[in-house]
């Protein structure tokens, strides 16, 4: 049972990456979309493989008081350093630069919120009983984040109606594997 209770998160986290363009870390003003595609996926990948470590240190029966509040800390820097990279990124130079960077903001203070859910199950932990209830929680926040990266690049998505967007994550470094297909 515990197995599969650490398992969730890491698959909440494989979600987010197959339904994600990417994310976050450049400037405030206007970027220049290559650059803006970039950094959003840089910072997405970083934030992810990030996420997925910790939530790897609590399989193979490592769950304890100290080892789950160890992976909510990493989780909490992690997403904390994720919303700095979201907020610094600026708009892209395209058509609809401003909405863009309007999801992007959006989803930042969704993060913000997600993050102190985080700290809230990491400050509720007190023995065994105490560590699988905070693993449920942090799945269950998990699934949120997943939700809310996939809404905000469906809405990336809508808002590129010349395709310079699609373009840019295309042609991205950064972002190759982490942009769907269709």
Request: proline share 1%; glycine share 10%; hydrophobic share 35%.
């Amino acid at each position: 049972m515990r197995r599969c209770l650490l398992v969730i998160p890491v698959l909440a986290l494989a979600l987010v990456a197959a339904g994600c363009g990417g994310s976050s870390g450049s400037s405030s003003g206007t970027t220049a979309t290559a650059d803006w595609a970039d950094s959003l996926c840089s910072s997405f990948t970083t934030w992810k493989d990030s996420m997925t470590s910790a939530a790897d240190s609590l399989k193979g029966g490592n769950l304890s008081e100290d080892s789950v509040k160890s992976a909510i800390g990493d989780m909490k820097s992690a997403t904390n350093t994720f919303v700095d990279d979201l907020e610094g990124l600026g708009k892209p130079d395209t058509e609809a630069g401003q909405q863009a960077k309007e999801s992007v903001d959006k989803l930042s203070d969704e993060i913000k919120t997600d993050v102190d859910d985080i700290e809230s199950a990491a400050s509720k932990v007190s023995g065994v009983s105490g560590a699988v209830a905070a693993v449920t929680s942090v799945t269950t926040t998990l699934g949120t984040m997943s939700s809310q990266v996939s809404s905000t690049f469906d809405e990336l998505q809508s808002l590129d109606a010349k395709g310079e967007l699609e373009n840019a994550f295309k042609q991205s470094d950064s972002c190759s594997g982490l942009t769907s297909t269709g």
